[in-house]
């Protein structure tokens, strides 16, 4: 999979996992066709929460939280790069004041307490992984 694909993913799930992104209801049928760049779906493989079961982003965060249970560092340096659920790690770790916006690699490797080396490190594996993932799909 070409790297770019793995990027637009990565960007999918990160918004994906604002809250308010997973809440569908209450939406007018224009905005569902926007959102979805041209697409509806209906019915087919939803879970009992109405949400689709094996979406991309589904499979990227069950990919990360499996992450997570073998490195959370890698899991986290992955989640504060693209911004996904962000606030999860901010909190789990105690980071006062985390604050995404317009932060480099230096800058959240120091907000986790580790080198910019073993950041980068981490998140090249983190990527490979999810390009694995998304290569076999």
Not at 23 to 39: F, H, P, V, Y
Request: hydrophobic share 45%; charged share 25%; with cysteine.
């Amino acid at each position: 999979m070409a790297k770019r694909d793995v990027a637009s993913a990565l960007e999918l799930w990160a918004r994906w996992s604002v809250p308010e992104a997973q809440q569908s209801t209450g939406r007018s049928m224009l905005a569902k066709l926007i959102e979805n760049k041209g697409e509806i779906f209906f019915g087919g493989s939803t879970a009992a929460s109405g949400g689709p079961v094996d979406s991309l982003e589904v499979l990227i965060e069950s990919a990360v939280m499996k992450m997570a249970a073998i490195d959370q560092m890698r899991a986290d340096v992955l989640r504060l790069e693209c911004n996904a659920a962000w606030w999860q790690v901010a909190l789990r770790r105690k980071i006062d004041g985390y604050d995404p916006r317009g932060m480099g690699h230096f800058e959240k490797a120091l907000a986790l307490g580790i080198s910019l080396r073993t950041y980068r490190r981490r998140l090249a594996e983190a990527k490979q992984i999810i390009e694995t993932l998304l290569g076999k799909s």
